[in-house]
């Protein structure tokens, strides 16, 4: 009897984990078939605006020391097939110096990537050959487009409706992530 009391506990245990393995292998094969059935994100290809406005720019606050002016083009304020919202940006220095980026953000992502740079002197955008995807963040060269998406153009991981809807957003000042 006490053979038989020692033994039961032991098949239970082996019964137990038996469950759990093929618990375990049935999750890890529906997590895999989930994901090999979710399409891979595609960027689509763009190019930089043919032409772009300093004189109605939709402006921005990046930080209040800040000797720069940032402003958005409206009329280069695009939201692509592929959920990129896509703008011209003007930092304009207090002497007038202009920086003049074409840039995109991607609010699923958290992410800004710089398609172009205009070059004042020759009226043409410079693209780079190895533009990259950078994570949003409130220093360094991404935070103004941290400051656009958080004050308009992303609604969380979302882009936050069309151009019209972002350009009245960020006009009022209703910041979206408090």
């Given at each position: 009897m006490?053979?038989?009391n020692?033994m039961?506990?032991?098949r239970?245990a ?12 049935l ?19 763009t190019e930089?605006?043919k ?6 720019l939709?402006?921005f ?14 009329e280069?304020?695009t939201?692509g097939?592929?959920?990129v919202?896509r703008?011209?940006m003007?930092?304009r220095?207090?002497?007038g110096?202009?920086n003049?980026l074409?840039?995109g ?9 710089t398609?172009?740079?205009?070059d004042?002197n020759?009226s ?8 990259e995807?950078?994570?949003?963040a ?5 935070r ?9 153009l992303?609604?969380g991981?979302?882009v ?19």
């Amino acid at each position: 009897m006490t053979i038989r009391n020692f033994m039961l506990p032991t098949r239970t245990a082996a019964l137990v984990r038996s469950c759990l393995l093929v618990l375990t292998c049935l999750s890890t094969a529906t997590l895999a078939t989930a994901d090999d059935d979710e399409p891979q994100w595609q960027e689509k290809a763009t190019e930089a605006p043919k032409s772009f406005s300093i004189d109605k720019l939709q402006t921005f606050t990046v930080s209040q020391n800040s000797s720069l002016t940032y402003g958005i083009d409206p009329e280069t304020l695009t939201v692509g097939e592929d959920w990129v919202v896509r703008y011209v940006m003007v930092a304009r220095s207090t002497s007038g110096a202009l920086n003049v980026l074409y840039e995109g953000i991607r609010c699923q992502s958290a992410e800004v990537k710089t398609y172009a740079r205009w070059d004042n002197n020759r009226s043409a955008w410079n693209s780079p050959a190895n533009a990259e995807w950078k994570a949003l963040a409130f220093s360094g060269a991404t935070r103004p487009a941290m400051i656009l998406a958080m004050e308009g153009l992303c609604n969380g991981k979302s882009v936050n409706g069309n151009p019209r809807k972002m350009l009245a957003t960020l006009k009022t000042g209703m910041y979206l992530h408090r």
